[in-house]
Antibody, heavy 120, light 108 residues
Framework: VLLVESGGGLVQPGRSLRLSCSAS????????MSWVRQAPGKGLEWVGF??????????EYAASVRGRFTFSRDDSESIAYLQMNSLTPEDTAVYYC????????????WGQGTLVTVSS | EIVLTQSPATLSLSPGERASLSCRAS??????LAWYQQKPGQAPRLLIY???NRATGIPARFSGSGSGTDFTLTISSLEPEDFAVYYC??????????FGQGTKLEIK
């Protein structure tokens, strides 16, 4: 099982960025996914969740990102996406994609993370 | 939104000692609580799920207990590789899947 995030970098406030999470070693479409972020030197923050296509691919978002961030998934390509709009400096963080492979439904496999820095 | 409060913020112990980390929820989460370990520069690793079940490959020295609002992660005899930051997370009442603020376990 391998998850690899990409797409991070430096972006100006108010701009957009799309992160990708490439999965290998398993069938991405079989599992729900969460995104979690961690601001520099801070704790973990749950960003949101996307269900499998069997459950409509529906999504849940943290209040801090709702209306600005959008999750999607292309199970045929084994890639998940996090579209981030209207970015602010408070969105600066390492972003992790995770899968919920166990029946216990907690994030159990994590990518290595990608750093997003929002600054002018 | 459920708030998870971890204590202590920092715990200083020596290898071989027993560690007890606490996580308290602002309202009941049943048994839907997990514990993660994070080392510098690494992604978190799932240790315990549903309060007391070890995840795959986790050594038996790690154990979890509790239900409702009070939970404990115990490391029976600390190994050098156990010094890290530990987070609890709940899914008993979500969204959101909230995390605690973390406990740093450092070498005394």
């Amino acid at each position: 099982v391998l998850l690899v995030e990409s797409g991070g970098g430096l972006v100006q406030p108010g701009r957009s960025l799309r992160l990708s999470c490439s999965a290998s070693g398993f069938t991405l479409g079989d599992y729900a996914m969460s995104w979690v972020r961690q601001a520099p030197g801070k704790g973990l923050e749950w960003v949101g969740f996307i269900r499998t296509r069997a459950y409509g691919g529906s999504t849940e978002y943290a209040a801090s990102v709702r209306g600005r961030f959008t999750f999607s998934r292309d199970d045929s390509e084994s890639i998940a996406y996090l579209q981030m709009n209207s970015l602010t400096p408070e969105d600066t963080a390492v972003y992790y994609c995770t899968t919920h492979m166990g029946a216990y439904d907690f994030p159990d496999y994590w990518g290595q993370g990608t750093l997003v820095t929002v600054s002018s | 939104e459920i708030v998870l409060t971890q204590s202590p913020a920092t715990l200083s112990l020596s290898p071989g000692e027993r560690a007890s980390l606490s996580c308290r929820a602002s309202q009941s989460v049943g048994s839907y609580l997990a514990w993660y370990q994070q080392k510098p520069g690494q992604a978190p690793r799932l240790l315990i799920y549903d309060a007391s079940n070890r995840a795959t490959g986790i050594p038996a020295r790690f154990s979890g207990s509790g239900s409702g609002t009070d939970f404990t992660l115990t490391i029976s005899s600390l190994e050098p590789e156990d010094f890290a930051v530990y987070y609890c997370q709940q899914r008993g009442n979500w969204p959101p899947y909230t995390f605690g603020q973390g406990t740093k376990l450092e070498i005394k």
